[in-house]
């Protein structure tokens, strides 16, 4: 039987006292000889410190991962968890102040002290050492029944294998949650190896796919996911998001009809359907999709944009821009939102506030191309023609828009420098005249 086991502490080392807190409070289990700690106060001169970080780790037998909010947003803190999600490691999150845990990878491992309760809530532990008692009976708990458990080595079980399967699709959750895609895939296809049959994995190596740019990739995967298990909603929903990354509209249509027919409350299908349906111009079914996935989620803010669009297209610009409203009320840093609701008054004439929105749009989003193409048409009204310049120059992946968009009401230069009275500077013509074919 092994004779102790091996701790590791990640912590931030703003939180180098709370570290060395713990580890006196350790000292017991230590000197009975339950557990060793290891930490990077551990690494002498001379020695190269990663490889000493992560040799260590791997040779561990627990991780307790002092929780705050400097250590959830530690880059060194989260490798040292990515490299511990082994079956061979057990992780204990040990909490110390109130901060975003829950919505971490943390929170799919159980923490100290109990419930969460951060150690440094005067409320929840007065004095601060009952919080760190507190932790050491959690830990002495999880020692001696891993203790008690460790056996020789023998054949590997089908449930060791659904175990490490398991922990390789957890690392990948982390991994996603960091956008690092390629890490990300790279474990879910070896819980693939493990389990090539789990139509979960192919699900979630797929949306990393997605997410990594590649939908092509994305939808085999999520076609495997679908011959093994066929009634998954979510699987047809994350192949109808690949499907309209690739302008596919038909095919982005047909999964999310699919996935409402499995499960008729999928909000987000409804409104990338109602989308779909707007770019097919049955607007009518649009705004029906779009009020259903409101109904559902009365604050997402997507649906109210999309809504806002169809209304848009539908020529009524006040219910539009009343929806573009609700959305940003809802999200204020949707910079499509302010672009829609600048088109919207833009539209109506208003150039004042088509202005003050598309301003917002582009302080949001400063690469966002639509917005200073559609700020483009309100400065060639208003004859502002150093503004019109910059904006030309700031729209140029969407430049043939704006010419269509201008040839589309004059015939020529010459017929709007007749209509407005006014002489365009020579650059803005060029920039604004067709190339030759």
């Not at 339950?34 to 001169?45: F, G, Q, S």
Request: net charge positive.
């Amino acid at each position: 039987m092994k004779k102790g086991l091996k701790i590791f502490i990640t912590y931030a080392h703003k939180n180098s006292d709370a570290k060395d807190k713990l580890i006196t409070y350790l000292a017991v289990l230590k000197q009975k000889g339950l557990i060793d700690v290891w930490h990077d106060n551990e690494i002498l001169p001379g020695d190269k410190w990663r490889d000493e970080i992560f040799n260590n780790l791997a040779d561990s037998d627990i991780l307790l991962y002092l929780t705050c909010r400097y250590s959830l947003a530690s880059e060194n803190c989260n490798k040292e968890l990515i490299a511990a999600l082994s079956p061979n490691i057990k992780v204990i999150p040990i909490i110390l102040e109130h901060c975003d845990w829950k919505n971490h990878q943390l929170s799919d491992f159980q923490a100290l002290p109990d419930k969460g309760k951060p150690i440094y809530d005067f409320n929840e532990w007065n004095p601060e050492s009952k919080g760190w008692l507190n932790v050491v009976e959690g830990i002495r708990k999880v020692a001696n029944e891993m203790l008690s458990q460790a056996q020789p080595a023998i054949a590997v079980t089908p449930e060791e294998i659904n175990i490490l399967a398991n922990w390789m699709r957890q690392k990948g959750n982390f991994m996603m949650m960091l956008k690092h895609f390629d890490e990300a895939i790279a474990a879910y296809s070896r819980a693939i190896e493990l389990k090539p049959k789990n139509a979960g994995y192919y699900n979630d190596r797929g949306v990393a796919y997605g997410e990594k740019g590649d939908p092509e990739l994305a939808i085999n995967d999520f076609n495997t996911s679908i011959q093994y298990n066929p009634d998954n909603a979510e699987t047809y929903y994350n192949r109808g998001v690949a499907y309209d990354m690739k302008n596919d509209v038909e095919h982005a249509f047909k999964n999310y009809t699919k996935t409402i027919q499995l499960n008729p409350k999928y909000a987000n299908a409804y409104v990338n359907r109602g989308n779909a349906y707007n770019n097919k111009g049955r607007l009518t079914l649009a705004i029906n999709d779009l009020k259903k996935a409101i109904r559902l989620n009365p604050n997402d803010a997507k649906a109210y944009t999309n809504l806002g669009k169809s209304y848009g297209k539908k020529g009524e610009y006040d219910r539009a821009i009343n929806n573009f409203k609700k959305a940003i009320r809802r999200d204020p840093n949707l910079a499509e939102a302010y672009n829609n609701l600048g088109l919207s008054y833009l539209i109506k004439g208003n150039f004042k506030l088509a202005i003050k929105n598309f301003d917002k749009a582009t302080q949001l989003n400063p690469e966002y191309a639509n917005a200073y193409r559609n700020r483009c048409i309100v400065w060639l009204n208003l004859h502002k023609w150093d503004k019109l310049r910059y904006d030309l120059i700031k729209a140029q992946s969407v430049i043939d828009d704006i010419i269509i968009e201008f040839f589309s009401q004059y015939d020529s230069i010459v017929d709007f420098e007749q209509k407005h009275g006014v002489k365009i500077p020579l650059d803005i013509a060029k920039m604004l005249t067709p190339p030759q074919a």
